[in-house]
């Protein structure tokens, strides 16, 4: 996603203009939308996006994506590197509002709610969909100041003990309670990678989100502490809704219901993770999961 | 178990937006608290030039009076001989007064007398002597002559005297007043740009001390300063980046250098005090030892920069140039160094910024010393500007404040356009690899 | 304007050795380049530098000793009486003889001793002088005749030119390692001379300074008392009211600009803020003593305070201005040392930026920006001319920053600008309060940049 970083910060005009009715769009799917391959709709979607459009400055990242994601389900993007798929999840939780050359047109819902309406705000939406990073990245606090943290910011707790409650609940899910009980004031930096990742995943649990987005969240880890997570993202996967960007297809295929590739900043194709990987129907997914590039 | 989740993530919501007011106030307020930081900052540096440049631009004029000088034969030259070393120790002073008295008849009292005669500058004999001197045929005639006016009166012209003040707190009396107000009216007050600023040497009477000296001073001081500051820095730099094998001396070097770079100024001038003067007897006040001086203090910061400098060159330009067979000394005076040559330059011209402003090395070695001749060498004494400033500002008339001032507007003239051609060097040879 | 001509005619040679040495290469060998071991700059560069440095090195010589070895020779031929006088008495002689000698106003009454040994001066100088241009253009010419007639075709002009650059490469860096040495030693010795007078106990635990010494035994008065606690206090206290001044304008503009500010606003600001690093510190002690000391006693006078015109505050208030720029450069590179993920991390948990910044970019920091504050302190405890033109003279030992107090480097100044006699406990005091303040700042500057160092290291 960095590739498409520019410098110079200047921001063109919206090269399209907002989407009419629903019946219409997906009218215009079918002749010359945005040309993705298979099923782009489900029964029970936590998240939907319709003809998203992310430029850097003067460059465009992605093309007019439409996908929704399902309640309760983990759905995977690949893609080469540079396809634009870090870049569309940072869009699900307005991450990319930090960078300031970044604009987004086009529409994300989630529960009804346009997330890029002007009047919305990111705080209780990144509360509602949470992140977590490429690379481990705990605060140089203790482990509990770092699972605290989101808790306290939103005033979540009524005491002490509580916050304790929520601490250890959010440490349990994400399956490291057992091994930090005994040291939770010692610094999160002092764990290792896999479990520095795990805190981070606790500490997004933490304020209870519904989506959790997962930005190669095994990527700078070893064999072990990828098996551990992934087994969680499973486990997760019962009450929250997943979104993960990997460039392992066998971890796409391990942890995920759904998968979408993501090619040049397009959506190629999308469907049931089975499906995309036993049988791809476009050439391009085909060419990437049988390994001919990426 | 799902349910449940709901619930608490509902609750979380509830909660969040509850907050959500009083953290956007904290937010707002915190920026402000940022922004208004900024705002003094800028504020302070308004401030402080508004305060020089208000109390400064009016030194760049000058008050003259014009007196009617009746170039009588019997006081410059009573036996009719005008060889120059007569006519230089004629009794120019009494002129002046014998003048004043004319223009003021109605005084006659000796203690008013000594008042009248301190309207115009004790520099006015010197005027008439040069007048005299250049042109022997002026002798026995009556001219108009247009003479500094002294301090006060020059004060007073340019409004810097409060006439609230009772009288005998007061630079200017009420009888003073009458006399240049008849001045005035007859036009014979007038305010010119001021030129013996800058031509002149420092002096006692405010109206006849200029900046040159300094400039001079200064100036050779800063040259001595970048003679040895800049070879040597590059040299050390030079060696540090590309030649310095990784060991304790290294290490030492390099402690040692960072270390210098925070020293205070004035240990530095205890330094100069202790060797220069005290053990290799070199003399007090010149511009040779406040440059050695200045070059130890500046020589971390230069030093600092072309490492910076070099290290930007990229690695590759040196395999290029080993790589045709070039050793490693070719190697750095062909490529490395011409590249790196724009950055150790800015950081040169920054330092030697440093050097002009600095005041308290300087003080230890004897440069405070009241010197009029405008040197003419790095071996001659001389004051620089900063030291200028610092007696000047030491001095209790109310003529030197904005002397003061002007000679701060000069120093930060040069400071700044030295910052400028180190921003412009910069953006001009900036290269990105 | 003696040692001027002569460098001007020693480059001139050297550029003509350069030639003929480059030329005598090329002649050996009929102009075939590829048969000589180095190119011919090389052979020429070695004559020149044969023919420069051992003339530069005499002439540097000579003007180091030349002043001692005159004085030397002239006070030998002084009368006795003269000579027996103690050291800081014929120190004022010699320095009439060397005015007399240059014709400026001498002090006292000018005899015919003091003419004749201005004579006897002025003509040593002068038959130095002509030797030094004799010798060292001997020196030069033969050097560089010497080199010229040595080369051969097999000659290895490169390495020998290179070893020369690679010697004043070597010597130049340690030069900063010479002048640490320099510092260390001419500050000790005097130190130790003025501790043989005075305790050290007395110097650091004293309560009082008052360093006025009678200068004639029967003088009634002062003996001078050198106990340096007030001056430590009044250092401190101006200190830490420049700190209160600069770390919070510091810190917060550091963090305005570099979280929250838009590119032009930055483009504008920070250049605009950097302009007080760039300001002379004179310029500050001119403004402190003319608008912020009256306007603080004006404003004190108002409210009913009495404030002194030399208040500490003022020195203060100015030193921290003017330290402003210093602690928002380097807290502005430890925040942007803070990683981005970070502040990605915060964010993406739904945090405010200001919660982003106070929680985890300032904590993450904090080492950075200790480090950076202890490089303030060490600067404002340096500072020499804010507080030389606006505070006091006089040692009071108060905590009260409306009042005067004076401060180390004051005291420094004071002591040693004017007329001096180099044996007096006055002068040698100001020695070790300048040992004091070096072994301080070291000190600070070592623990800040340590600890600024590890802090980079942790987010390498």
Known sequence: MEEFVNESGVVTKPLNPEAATEVDMQASYEQHGSGTVGEIYVDDPRMTCRNVNVYYG????????????????????????GCGKSTFLRCLNRMNDTIDVCRVTGQIKMDDQDIYDGGLDVVPLRASVGMVFQKPNPFPKSIYDNIAYGPRIHGLSDNAKHLDEIVESSLTRAGLWEEVKDRMDQPGTGLSGGQQQRLCIARAIAVSPEVILMDEPCSALDPIATAKIEELIDELRENYTIAIVTHSMQQAARVSQRTAYFHLGKLIEVGETDQIFTNPRHKLTEDYITGRFG | MNNNLQQQHDRTMVRVQQGLDRRYRQEKRFQRIGLGAIILGLVFVSFLFISIIANGYTAFQQTYVKIDVNFDPEMIAPIGET????????????????????????????????????????????????????????????????????????????????L??????????????????????????????????FSAGD????????????????????????????????????????????????????????????????????????????????????????????????????????????????????EAALGVGASPMQTITHHVLPLAMPGMLTGTIIGMAQALGETAPLLMIGMVAFIVDIPGGPFDPSAVLPVQIYLWADSPERAFVERTSAAIMVLLAFLISMNLLAVWLRKKFERRW | MQSTTLIIVLLGLMTLAYYMGRKRSLSLVNGRVRDLHSLPSYYGIHTALWCGVPALILFVFWISFEG???TGMVVDNLPQEIQELPPERLNLVMNDIRNLAQGDIVSREVDETMQGAADHYSSLLRISDMSLFVIGLSVAILGGLLAQRSINRHQRARNRVEKAINFFLVSSSSLAIFTTIGIVLSVLFESIRFFQQIPVTEFIFGLEWSPQTAIRADQVGSSGVFGAIPLFAGTF????????????????????????????????????????????????????????????????????????????????????????????????????????????????????????????????????????????????????????????????????????????TVQIVTLLVG??????????????LALVLFTITLALNMIALHIVRKYREQYE
């Open chain 1, 58 to 81: 003067e460059k465009q990242a992605i093309f007019d994506v439409n996908l929704d994601i399902g309640k309760n389900q983990v759905i995977s993007m690949i893609g080469p590197s």
């Open chain 2, 83 to 162: 060889d120059q070393e007569v006519l230089s120790k004629a009794n120019y002073g009494g002129l002046v007064k014998k003048t004043l008295r004319d223009m003021f008849p109605e005084v006659t009292n000796r203690r008013e007398k000594k008042v009248l005669y301190s309207l115009v500058s004790t520099g006015a004999s010197f005027q008439l002597r040069d007048m005299v001197m250049q042109d022997p045929a002026l002798i026995g005639t009556q001219q108009s002559v247009w003479v500094l006016a002294d301090d006060d009166v020059d004060m007073l012209i340019k409004g810097h005297i409060d």
């Open chain 2, 164 to 197: 609230n003040v009772p009288e005998s707190d007061r630079r200017i009396k009420n009888n003073q007043m009458a006399w240049i107000q008849s001045l005035q009216a007859e036009d014979r007050i007038e305010k010119r740009f001021n030129t013996i600023f």
């Open chain 2, 203 to 318: 002096s006692r009477e405010p109206e006849l001390s200029g900046i040159k000296g300094a400039v001079h001073g200064s100036f050779f001081t800063l040259m001595i300063c970048l003679l040895i500051s800049f070879p040597v820095g590059v040299a050390a730099a030079v060696y540090l980046e590309e030649f310095a094998p990784k060991n304790r001396w290294t290490d030492i070097i390099e402690v040692n250098i960072n270390n210098l770079a925070a020293v205070p100024s004035i240990v530095f001038g205890l330094l100069g005090l202790a060797v220069f003067i005290n053990f290799f007897g070199l003399p007090r006040s010149v511009p040779l030892v406040g440059g050695l001086v200045l070059a130890l203090m500046t020589l971390p910061t230069i030093i600092i920069a072309s490492r910076a400098a070099l290290k930007s060159v990229p690695p590759s330009i040196r």
């Open chain 3, 68 to 70: 001692a070895v005159v």
């Open chain 3, 237 to 408: 206290l101006i200190t830490i009211i420049a700190m209160f001044v600069a770390v919070p304008i510091g810190l917060m503009s550091a963090i305005y600009m570099a979280e929250y500010a838009g590119k032009h606003f930055r483009a504008l600001a920070k250049p605009v803020l950097e302009v007080l690093a760039g300001i002379p510190t004179v310029v500050y002690g001119f403004f402190a003593a003319l608008t912020v000391a009256p306007f603080f006693r004006d404003l004190g006078t108002s409210l009913g305070l009495s404030v002194s015109s030399e208040s500490a505050l003022a020195a203060g208030v100015v030193m921290g201005i003017m330290i402003i720029p210093f602690v928002s450069s380097l807290s502005d590179d430890v925040i942007n040392a803070v990683p981005q993920a970070m502040r990605d991390g915060s964010y993406g948990l739904g945090a405010t930026r200001s919660e982003t910044i106070r929680q985890v970019i300032i904590p993450a920091a904090l080492p950075g920006i200790v480090g950076g504050v202890l490089l303030a302190v060490s600067r404002a405890i340096g500072e020499t001319m804010i507080v030389v033109m606006a505070a006091g003279l006089s040692a009071n030992l108060t905590a009260n920053p409306l009042e005067a107090v004076t401060t180390v």
């Open chain 3, 419 to 432: 007329d001096q006699e180099f044996d007096s406990a006055k002068t040698l005091a100001a020695f070790a």
